[in-house]
């Protein structure tokens, strides 16, 4: 029979500290109203980091504690002190005010702490799973978790909203750009068939016309991701900022999905349903960016966009 490396009781510790990890994640969902006058996103952020860096170390602690010849006891220490740090954690998070933080600077928080929970509740799964025999030490995967996450809240978090936002344009910029790639593939017709289960099907006429027409949409708005980065973000206020982003994100998934109809729907459909829901979210993020205040250069250049995207929506041929 293994020999366990924790008794009952331990396991009972172990399952506690779990059990606490998933109420922070519970509460986590909940966005609380926070009034704090003297809030400083700067100060937060080193403040967190900070706390990241202690995570760190008490995972590093942890690993030393659990290394043959192993003493329960050790394990346990750590695992209490990471509970600690968590409860600091999640202290310092519902001080931030959103109101005056910006939805996109506590959201990049919330996803941090959000998954550094979710490493620790592997964590303590791993050890309530654990016996003296196990050669495996499966606890080292969820730790490897914890510095990965912890390394990227001492170092990567945003020190306000406009560079939380800023980071999250990027990425939605790289999907856009990426879904532009697969469309004019589509378009050119080197695109694989509809069903990787089915031999490969020839697009006829029609449907390249279509592929196409969605290709020009999605050049244009490669375009307007690449402007609202240079001359929006930058002179937007805080609620703005958060705006575009939400607008942005709408635009970003539905552009996947117009371009997966490619695949899967005729192209009357595709005209009438899903590339006019395409220009209805673009026009919708225009309408966001022309809220800053901008050269008229450049505010001409947003209204020749949205009637270009007209243009394109009610194109047939």
Known sequence: MKKKFFTCSRIDKLKACRDMAETYLSDLKVDRSIENSEFDSKNMNATLANLGKILSHDATKLTIACKPPRKPMDGIKMITEISNTFYRLLGFYHTIPTEL?????????????????????????????????????QFMVPTAVLWETCKLLET??????????????????????????????????????????????????????????????????????????????????????????????????????LVSQLYDSEPDVIRSKYIKEYVDKALKLIKVAQKVSLPEDHSKWFEMCSKKLKELAEKKD
């Open 101 to 137: 933080s910006g939805k996109a600077y506590k959201e990049a928080y919330r996803t941090a702490i959000r998954d550094l929970l979710l490493g620790q509740i592997s964590l303590c799964n791993s050890f309530i799973n654990d016996d003296e025999n196990d050669k495996k030490k």
């Open 156 to 257: 990567q978090m945003p020190k306000d909203n406009r560079e939380a936002v800023l980071k999250k344009w990027k990425t939605m910029h790289e999907t856009v750009a990426d879904a532009k790639s697969e469309v004019h593939e589509v378009a050119d017709g080197n695109a694989e068939g509809f069903d990787e289960d089915e031999d490969e099907e020839e697009w006829d006429e029609e449907q390249l016309k279509v592929a196409k027409q969605c290709a020009q949409l999605v050049d244009l708005i490669v375009f307007v991701y690449v402007k609202v980065e240079r001359r929006c973000i930058k002179e937007a206020d805080l609620n703005v900022c958060d705006e575009l982003v939400e607008a942005g994100q709408q635009l970003t998934d539905e552009t996947d999905i």
